[in-house]
Nanobody, 122 residues
Framework: QVQLVESGGGLVLPGGSLRLSCVVS????????MGWYRQAPGKERELVAS??????????SYADFVKGRFTISKNNAKNTVDLQMNSLQPEDTAVYYC?????????????WGQGTQVTVSS
């Protein structure tokens, strides 16, 4: 059974930083893409950042609202996908979910973590 376990959420002041980490129980080589979504109260879940395996390496992608502030990375030794979040603002408050997907038999299978709360408030 594939498991993703997030950590690193919490309460931070506006302008502060947090680093989220997600331990992925499957080999990165078996995944198509990995990344982070978030969902604020009363809103749809939205993509924050992703990392997709391509022939030349990994292609990263960011939502416009986090470009220049958030950085996605992976640690092959620890099998984690991380999200460094800087210059946090109250509108970044949300539950952040890690995901990984695989292409199996012509279908895309998506796995999710349980989510970690990030609250930006003074």
């Amino acid at each position: 059974q594939v498991q993703l376990v997030e950590s690193g959420g919490g309460l931070v002041l506006p302008g502060g930083s947090l680093r989220l980490s997600c331990v992925v129980s499957i080999s990165f080589h078996s995944t198509n893409s990995m990344g982070w979504y978030r969902q604020a109260p009363g809103k749809e879940r939205e993509l924050v950042a992703s990392m997709t395996s391509v022939t030349s390496g990994d292609r990263t992608s960011y939502a416009d609202f986090v470009k220049g502030r958030f950085t996605i990375s992976k640690n092959n030794a620890k099998n984690t996908v991380d999200l460094q979040m800087n210059s946090l603002q109250p509108e970044d408050t949300a539950v952040y979910y890690c995901y990984a997907d695989q292409l199996l038999g012509g279908r895309t299978i998506v796995y999710w973590g349980q989510g970690t709360q990030v609250t930006v408030s003074s």
